[in-house]
């Protein structure tokens, strides 16, 4: 038998030739045994030839040797080709027995091959071919059994399965069916089960964490309530004791006088008779209670113990500033002596006391102190140095807007000052460009060219650099509806306030914005979304300013805060506002016809015309003051600015005895003020406007608020001319402020990201649920196909897995731009925003496999181990997932999701269509091709044996490499963190200024 076995020259001569053919021949090329001149019967299919017993066969030799002896059929368990001389073992997996001649096909059973006309004895040999499984399947072990020899075949037994070509049975899950001689196993009853499990599962893990938040939240409401019970009741008694001390120290005065003036009479008498020794009274100092000789006290010789006026007097004298009265005072005492200063708080109780106490001192201060600032208030009632706020003054020149390629002006020639702990209100008509001179005050203008001059404190230096102490609230409430009240301002507070604050300060400096925008009883109230309602309308409006109250702003600039609000709610928000511009808080907002009680509430009013022309510019006292001197008066019942914005809007004309139309107004304040008028702007005048003349007569000139600023600033602007475009360029943080760093914002975001995937949930569930569909739909219909290893299947995951995932992962970012867009122009960061995000986002590119690969891979059940798949799947997720957040950053939502769901398919096809080098190119770009390579070297590697002849065909018509799987990995990995990068860059440069 030996002599007959090929060497290894015959081999690679077998299979070069079979290569070359493409697999499609069964004919060899000629050869020096199988030639037109010489052909043994060993040449033909099944037969082998002997070299002869005396020719020592080398099995590694690389030289075809003769064989042309004692020619017998092939062995079993050995195959023979058509055109060769000797025998190639079957490999592992195979089934080679001899062959039976069929009597009525005449072919050799069961390889199908003739036997040669003209040959006497010439009988069916072995098998005659091993090529792939579609052209040789007859040398494969069947299915249902498996060959632990090539010439041994056993049926599977019952609990087990044997797939084609298999060496051993595979055991069946505990819950499929598998009868005799079964080739795969049915586990549709085991998915319904596992189904069921994970749902449950995911329903345990969902409500599990809905119950941590809600008892965090419960037991933190009842810390709280504790809490400011316990101060309410202690400034209550502290009132009640105060009160009676007062009556106290009135019936003591009382009781001295009366008592000095017996004194003073006895002592009158006594000098009068002279009686030397007699010390009754004890002082010559009338003012001095009586002493009895021999003894220091005031009480008579005979009495034991003080009596209770003197008990009082020296209590008062001793507490001046009692409590509650002597145990409370003493107890008052100790727990001030043993209280943890605010770095040393740590427990939740004890904040909440420190916050609470804190407020109600302030409240009761404020009562008795109404002509204190609101900072002399804290001082007062903390003991403590309040935290100083860098003053912001913003004083503005010719400050002009210009439309981008049009010549509209949006606002123009704006003059003025806005001075620090003052309240502005900027008011006018519709299109009198009241927006637009808050955002290019706060440098938010955007799509328009801006002209003139800002100082910033007097300097010429970028908004910008200060953006840690601005507070910019918007016309729109930009809240996160699924946290709540309490949440989204504790987060604002923690990112925003100085990193060195200790945290019962920053919970004191949120209670108090809660208690003062009227907030406590929705604080622990979801704000809401349009799909799920929360709060009202006009909770939501002042939770949108405490935003920004509670970073401790020096500027707050707000747009419309009152629009939707009631007159009650617009006060309270305007007394909130009071309460921080006593701090030196600078405030400017746009208001919509106040009522007159709000109007008065306002230090200073901007009133601008349509085309964005200052009309008036100064105190709200003197308003009607100044157009009673150009000769507008308010009518009697009227309120002054709706009287006023009527006449801008040319609905009201001003009486004829002015001589002035709407339009003549901000020429009448230009020359009030001696401002430079724009020649165009004269044009439009009239003529009898002349400088002096125009005020009107016996009215006294208002000073302007800008008029002391623009002296100096000429000077200023001579030396800074040609630094003006750097300075301006210039962003840095010019605000004193540390705020936390990249590290604890992250770690921050990262709560708020994790508290908003919770509540989202049941989105979250939607997306498994047809993640679960997708899995068992595709695998019951994409069947695994030996021939191609799973291709197609594959192919459908790839689609199916990217499409879904990437439309999952689009929320991350198009849901909260405008969110990321006031957070980031305030000073958070970016990076911590983005790593945040995407560090929970890896709970669905972790789970989200299981949940997919928990369906397909059950139902197709490929040959390649679920861990192989899940990895892929891993790396899949997490490369679509940057891809999306690209698509997010960089598209409107529309088209972000319109190119989620083609680029997939398209670049799939792409990648499966490798006809030409150009293609190949091609698809060695699309993320798909990576994918694809990866499932389908996966599953091919579990085909050994007498599959590699497919395999290896497979893999060649695909261009794979058996080796490339931590390559595709590799690749779908680098992929992701690079669309990751392009998103951070797309989110940060391409946001709205």
């Not at 009202?536 to 409006?541: A, C, E, H, M």
């Not at 003349?693 to 000077?715: F, H, M």
């Not at 970016?830 to 986002?841: E, G, N, P, R």
């Amino acid at each position: 038998m030996m002599q007959r076995v090929c060497t290894s020259a015959e081999i690679k001569f077998y299979f070069s030739n079979f290569y070359e053919n493409g697999g499609k021949s069964n004919v060899l090329k000629p050869n020096k045994n199988c030639n037109l001149t010489s052909w043994a019967a060993g040449c033909e299919p099944g037969w082998a030839c002997s070299a002869g017993a005396d020719h020592k066969i080398d099995l590694y030799s690389k030289i075809m040797p003769s064989r042309v002896l004692d020619c017998h059929p092939c062995c079993p368990g050995f195959f023979c080709p058509h055109g060769i001389t000797c025998m190639i073992p079957c490999p592992l997996g195979a089934y080679c027995p001899m062959a039976k001649l069929n009597k009525t096909s005449g072919l050799c059973d069961p390889y199908n091959y003739q036997l040669p006309p003209g040959r006497m004895n010439h009988t069916c040999g072995g098998a005659d071919l091993w090529a792939d499984v579609g052209s040789s399947s007859e040398i494969f072990c069947p299915a249902g059994f498996y060959c632990p020899s090539t010439t041994k075949k056993i049926p599977c037994s019952r609990g087990h399965y044997c797939r084609m070509g298999s060496t051993s049975q595979n055991r069946c899950f505990k819950k499929s069916s598998c009868a005799l001689r079964s080739s795969n196993q049915d586990i549709t009853l085991f998915g319904v089960l596992l189904i069921f499990a994970l749902g449950l599962l995911l329903l345990i893990i969902y409500n599990f964490s809905d119950q941590i938040l809600t008892s965090r939240e419960r037991q933190q409401a009842k810390s709280r309530e504790a809490a400011a019970r316990s101060a309410r009741e202690t400034a209550q008694a502290r009132e009640r004791w105060k009160a009676a001390k007062d009556i106290a120290k009135k019936h003591a005065v009382g009781l001295q006088t009366q008592l000095s003036r017996t004194f003073s009479r006895k002592k009158s008498i006594r000098e009068q008779l002279k009686i030397p020794g007699f010390s009754r009274f004890g002082s010559d100092d009338s003012q001095s209670p009586p002493q009895f000789p021999g003894s220091s006290s005031s009480s008579p010789p005979n009495s034991k113990e003080p009596s209770k006026l003197t008990k009082m007097m020296r209590s008062l004298e001793d507490n001046p500033e009692g409590d509650e009265g002597f145990n409370l005072e003493i107890g008052d005492k100790n727990i001030k002596k043993n209280m943890p200063k605010g770095k040393q708080m740590h427990t939740r109780s004890q904040i909440f006391k420190y916050a609470y106490g804190q407020i109600e001192k302030e409240k009761a201060l404020q009562q008795q102190n109404k002509n204190l600032t609101f900072s002399g208030v804290i001082s007062m009632a903390t003991d403590t140095d309040i935290r100083k706020r860098l003053t912001i003054e913003i004083a503005f020149k010719d400050l002009t807007l210009t439309l981008k390629g049009k010549k509209k002006n949006l606002i123009r020639c704006v003059t003025g000052k806005i001075t620090a702990g003052r309240v502005t209100a900027v008011m006018g008509p519709s299109g009198a460009g009241k927006t637009t001179f808050l955002n290019a005050l706060a440098g938010k203008a955007t799509g328009c060219e801006m002209s003139g001059l800002v100082l910033i404190n007097g300097k010429i230096e970028s908004i910008h650099s200060y953006k840690k102490i601005i507070g910019f609230v918007p016309q729109d409430d930009v809240v996160h509806g699924n946290l709540t009240v309490e949440e989204n301002l504790w987060f604002s507070a923690r990112c925003r306030l100085p990193d060195d604050l200790s945290k019962a300060d920053k919970v004191l400096v949120v209670e108090r914005v809660i208690e003062s925008l009227g907030l406590q009883p929705v604080r622990d109230s979801l704000v809401g979304t349009v799909e799920k309602r929360g709060i009202s309308g006009g909770q939501r409006k002042r939770v949108n300013v405490g935003l920004e109250m509670v970073m401790e702003p020096s500027l707050l600039i707000l747009d419309e805060p009152t629009s939707g609000l009631d007159s009650a709610s617009s006060q309270l928000l305007l007394r909130a506002l009071r309460r921080e511009a006593l701090e030196g808080v600078n405030i400017i907002t746009v208001i919509h016809q106040p009522s007159y009680t709000l109007f008065k509430m306002f230090d200073d009013l901007i009133l601008l015309a349509k085309g964005g022309l200052t009309v008036y510019h100064g105190s709200v006292k003197k308003v009607e003051e100044y157009f009673s001197g150009i000769g507008i008066n308010v009518p009697e019942r009227v309120n002054p600015p709706d009287h006023f914005i009527d006449i801008l809007e040319g609905m009201v004309r001003p009486s004829t005895s002015s001589g002035i139309n709407y339009k003549q107004l901000p020429i009448k304040w230009m020359q009030h003020n001696n401002y430079d008028i724009p020649p165009d702007m004269l044009q439009n005048a009239n003529d009898g406007l002349v400088r002096d003349e125009s005020l009107g007569g016996g009215s006294e000139p208002v000073p302007s608020i800008a008029g002391e600023l623009w002296g100096d600033v000429k000077c200023i602007v001579e030396q800074k001319k040609d630094n003006i475009e750097h300075n301006f360029s210039r962003t840095h943080d010019l605000s004193n402020r540390r705020t936390p760093g990249v590290f604890r914002q992250y770690r921050y975001f990262l709560g708020r990201v994790g508290k908003q995937r919770l509540r989202e949930a049941r989105i979250q569930f939607i997306d498994f649920i047809i993640l679960l569909l997708a899995g068992v739909f595709l695998g019951t219909l994409a069947k695994v196909d030996d021939e191609t290893f799973g291709a197609l299947g594959y192919t459908y995951t790839v689609i199916a897995v990217s499409l879904l995932c990437k439309i999952g992962a689009l929320r991350s970012f198009t849901q909260e731009t405008l969110h990321y867009w006031r957070e980031s122009a305030s000073g958070m960061s970016s990076l911590a925003y983005f790593m945040a995000k995407d560090t929970i986002d890896h709970f669905n590119t972790l789970i989200k496999p299981i949940v997919y690969l928990s369906m397909f891979y059950f139902f197709n059940n490929p040959r390649s181990s679920i861990t192989d798949n899940y990895i892929i799947l891993v790396a899949l997720v997490y490369c679509v997932t940057g891809i999306a957040y690209a698509f997010a950053n960089f598209f409107q939502p529309g088209s972000a999701q319109m190119w989620s769901v083609l680029l997939p398919i398209v670049l799939t096809l792409i990648a499966t269509q490798q006809q030409t080098l150009s293609v190949r190119t091609l698809a060695d770009l699309c993320y798909t091709k990576w994918a694809l390579e990866a499932f389908v070297i996966s599953n091919a590697e579990r085909y050994s044996g007498v599959w590699l002849v497919t395999r290896c065909g497979s893999l060649l018509k695909s261009n794979y490499e058996i080796g490339d799987w931590g390559l595709c990995i590799s690749i779908l990995i680098a992929y992701g963190v690079a669309f990751r990068l392009i998103a951070f860059f797309c989110m940060v440069t391409f946001q709205k200024k």
